[in-house]
């Protein structure tokens, strides 16, 4: 996976909270700020038709022992808020680098990604850890949980580093949503995948992403936690506008998506907007 955040330690509070959370408190700096749960209606409405994400012409190439690997190659795409939108295609198409790009986590090679109203190939990792943290939840491929912290400390870290007085009830809560009431003291490794899935997902959820993106956030999971996951996964599109942006390979989440962006060796094949 191409993601720069995966090569920060996954021990390092810092490294963790850079990744999950954005990184210094000093927000005064930052992009305006637009809180999804603040906001009042007009706000919503004028909001409909924003666009938050937009890729223009962006490429991803990496050197390699080969030499150039190009990963990604012209990708154009607009999102807008409150879309639900499925990155389908064959291993190694490049979604998991793509979806990193789109999040700040990962840097272009060329071309330009705006992420709400953060233009963020103009910014260094510091900035876009800023831009991240107040828009951006993030669903790991490889669930990225802190090893020495429980499943509710997973979960409310994102909300205490943002100083919230309630982060625990909050993670209490979510968790008991995703149905692990009764593995909130574990530990990552006294989980198994399909769990561990589960607490990545409540983390993404607790931060009130303005976009969650998801890598592939029903693959450990039986048929039965998957549908409750997506159904988690849509409510929170449908209760928040929450703009949705995942990777699948899973047929029913990406059925359920308004579109359907086809990546074929690092380039958008189809687009199909779902009736
Ligand atoms: N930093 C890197 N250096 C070299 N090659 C890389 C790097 N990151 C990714 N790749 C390669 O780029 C291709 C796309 O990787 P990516 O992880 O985006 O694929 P994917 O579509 O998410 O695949 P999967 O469905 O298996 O998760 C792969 O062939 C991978 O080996
Ligand atoms: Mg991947």
Do not use: W
């Amino acid at each position: 996976m191409a993601l720069e955040a995966e090569a920060a330690d996954p021990e390092s509070l810092a490294g963790f909270a850079n990744v999950v959370q954005g990184n210094p408190p000093d927000t005064t700096r930052s992009v305006t700020q637009i809180n999804r749960r603040d906001s009042t209606f007009v706000e919503t409405e004028k909001f409909m038709s924003r666009i938050v994400v937009r890729a223009e012409d962006v490429a991803k190439v990496v050197e390699t022992a080969a030499g150039e690997l190009v990963i990604l190659d012209g990708i154009n795409l607009e999102i807008q808020e409150g879309e639900t939108v499925a990155i389908v295609g064959a291993s190694g198409s490049g979604k998991t680098t793509l979806l990193g790009i789109l999040a700040g986590l990962d840097s272009a090679s060329r071309g330009n990604v705006t992420l709400i109203d953060a233009e963020l190939t103009a910014l260094d990792e510091e900035a876009r850890a800023i831009v991240r943290g107040q828009y951006v939840g993030f669903v790991f491929q490889a669930f990225q949980l802190l090893a020495s912290l429980t499943a509710l400390e997973n979960v409310m870290l994102p909300a205490e580093l943002r100083g919230e007085s309630l982060a625990e009830s909050k993670a209490r809560d979510i968790l008991e949503k995703v149905g692990l009431r009764d593995r909130i003291g574990h530990y990552p490794r006294q989980l198994s995948g399909g769990e561990q899935q589960r607490v990545a997902i409540a983390r993404a959820f607790a931060s009130d992403p303005t976009v969650l993106f998801a890598d592939e956030p029903t693959g450990n999971l039986d048929t039965h936690t998957g549908e409750r996951i997506i159904s988690l996964l849509f409510d929170l599109n449908k209760e928040f506008g929450t703009t949705l942006i995942m990777v699948t390979h899973d047929t029913r989440l990406a059925e359920r998506c308004d579109r359907v962006i086809e990546l074929t060796a690092g380039r958008i094949e189809t687009q199909e907007t779902n009736a």
